[in-house]
């Protein structure tokens, strides 16, 4: 049984110019131990997806879905009280920026044994040995002397470190990690891609990795979601969707990430032209038409998320075109 099943979510935000369909019609689900990417261009809906599961949603967001479960619980109708329980408890999440993310005017002692405190019922020294440890954990040395340092006092790369502890400390069923290296250099996403993976494994926990690099997640998802303009218009296992991409856009994504070995030095990568289409007002059609090179008319019709083998779907009706030209 899937840990999480997300079906037909939306979601909306009135602005004066009209409603923005940030999220449109998203459905997926989590098995277990699993771990879930999303993939996408940066404004394809992917953290809005995220932020819609943990119902931390701007204010003018309207959220709806079909179904959106929890290991049975219904977050859909879940109140506001029952889903503080469930975040930071079972339901943990790695912010992209931990600057921002973590507060500058509270030691990384006090935020990391907050959750823990407010979750059980555990003394401050019990809290704070339990952080102690789950630094360590993560490879922050001397982290006993880092419990009253202030996140200004860290590195970017410890910083996430931290955030990683903290989304840790309840020991979390579920962690959403959004762009967890995205301000990073190549040798620290190395580091905290390996550190995610290991404690994945070592904790048993069940991970949904969003990302725009796909080189990122070939190394460490089981099963792939491509979304664009708000829609999911691939998804599958993540072997399979990497060998026999359906999608022009999924192709397009691969065809921009350099083959060790194939790509040889100097070549130019390849790119996506055009831009993402305006997602306020109504839609019709595929979003992707007016950027893609097997554009037909019929794109302007409805389509159909449908199988594309095995564990793979595709919302495309030029799929088969697609894979001849392949």
Sequence with gaps: MALLEVENLTVDIGLSAGVLHAVSGVSFSVERGETLAIVGESGSGKSMTSLAVMNLLPKRAERHADRLVFDGVDLAVAPEARMRALRGNRMAMIFQEPMTSLNPSYTIGNQLTEALRCHRSVGIAAARERAVQLLEKVGIPAALRRLNQYPHQLSGGLRQRVMIAMALMCGPDLIIADE??????????AQILHLL????????????????DLGVVARVADRV??????????????????????????????????????????????????????????????????????????????????????????????????????
């Design 197 to 212: 993976a290991d404690l994945k494994t070592e904790f048993g926990m069940t991970m949904i990795l969003i990302s725009h």
């Design 225 to 326: 979601a491509v979304m664009y303009a708000g829609q999911v218009v691939e998804s599958g296992a993540a072997r399979s969707l990497f060998r026999t991409p359906r999608h022009p856009y999924t192709r397009g994504l691969l065809n921009c990430i350099p083959v060790p070995g194939r790509t040889a030095p100097g070549t130019p990568l390849g790119a996506i032209p055009g831009q993402l289409p305006n997602l306020i007002g109504p839609r019709h059609g595929c979003a992707f038409r007016e950027r893609c090179a097997f554009a037909a008319p019929e794109c302007a019709g409805e389509i159909p998320f449908v199988a594309a083998g095995p564990d793979h779907h595709v919302r495309c009706v030029r799929a088969g075109a697609l894979e001849a030209a392949a």
């Design 180 to 189: 967890p290296t995205t301000a990073l250099d190549v040798t620290i996403q």
